[in-house]
Every structure is written in structure tokens, then in C-alpha cells.
């Protein structure tokens, strides 16, 4: 019998699926300086059809996608991995080679990634979702997109079955 792989989008500029957040990419002329960017983040869900024919329920896991958007949302993203990163009890210090940040440890996210770009964030992001959501067996890939804004970003794909 043939199987045919249907795709579901969310497409977070559309569905408020939203954060606001700041962040520098230190070595970069323009991005080493602090700024920020409105986000957004989507969601490409690929399955079999089961015979309600639905592939998924779109609700849950654009909850669970704006539970994680909350949590990035008005916040410094910091990468655990950046150098001269130190984290202290109440405040996270970035010491450059020609500049030093002292930020309110609540005021930050701290990621597990190197450096926050967009392909790094679309990694995070997804990796969350994996590790946070019950996908059902008929679903096959998931792909995490962030957008730095309008029209522009990165994606990250899982094959869930290996
Ligand atoms: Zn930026």
C-alpha cells in the first residue's frame, strides 16, 4: 500500500507564535553590539495520514510552542558555550577582549549552544520540542524554523524514526 507523507506548517508570524529578545554575536561588525530582534518561530510537521484523515491535531503543539516562546520572550539570550562567559549566583558577566557585559542573572536565558544565531536557536528550539513533546508514531520529520525577522531565518529537521 502506498503511503503518502503529508506536511503540516505553523507559521509563527501568522499565529503569534512570537518573542522579543536580545543578543550579540561577538567578532561580528554589526552583531557584536547588543541588540535585538522580534522572532518568530515555526513548526513543519510531516506524518501519515490516520484514518480521521488528520495527520495531527494542531493544538497541542502550538501551545507547546508558545510556552517555549514565552520563556525565550523579553529576555538577554546568552550561549553557554560564548567565551569569556562567567555565571554567578545573581549576575552573568561577558568579559571581550575590548568589552565587558554585567547583566541581572534574571534578566538572561542561557542556552545550550555556542553562539546565538538563528541556526543555533532553530537547533535549541527543536531539540525543546523533541525533548519536551509526545509526538505520535505516524509522525515522521519535524522541522523547527526562527525567523530574526520578517522573511529571514534558519531550519533545523529531525527524522523522529531514525
Ligand atoms: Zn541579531
Known amino acids: 500500500m502506498i503511503m503518502n507523507t503529508i506536511r503540516l506548517k505553523l507559521d509563527g508570524w501568522e499565529k503569534s507564535i512570537t518573542f522579543s529578545a536580545s543578543h550579540i554575536l561577538p567578532g561580528h561588525e554589526k552583531c557584536g553590539r547588543i541588540h535585538g530582534h522580534n ?20 493544538l497541542p503543539i502550538k501551545e507547546k510552542l508558545r510556552e517555549i516562546a514565552d520563556r525565550l ?5 546568552i550561549a553557554s558555550g ?3 562567559l562567567r555565571v554567578e549566583e545573581k ?22 549552544i555556542t ?10 528550539l527543536l531539540e525543546k520540542v523533541i525533548e519536551e513533546f509526545d509526538f505520535p508514531d505516524k509522525i515522521n520529520t519535524v522541522e523547527m524554523g526562527v525567523d530574526e525577522s520578517r522573511g529571514q531565518g534558519a531550519w533545523a529537521k529531525r527524522d523522529l524514526n531514525g
Open 82 to 84: 560564548m567565551d569569556g
Open 39 to 58: 522572532y518568530a518561530i515555526h513548526v513543519r510537521i510531516s506524518g501519515e495520514q490516520k484514518e480521521s484523515g488528520l495527520v495531527y491535531d494542531f
Open 91 to 112: 549576575e552573568v558577566k561577558i568579559e571581550l577582549e575590548d568589552k565587558k557585559y554585567l547583566f541581572p542573572k534574571e534578566d538572561c536565558l542561557i542556552l545550550d
Open 115 to 124: 553562539q546565538v544565531t538563528a541556526e543555533q536557536l532553530a537547533m535549541y
Open 73 to 77: 520572550d523579553h529576555r538577554i539570550l
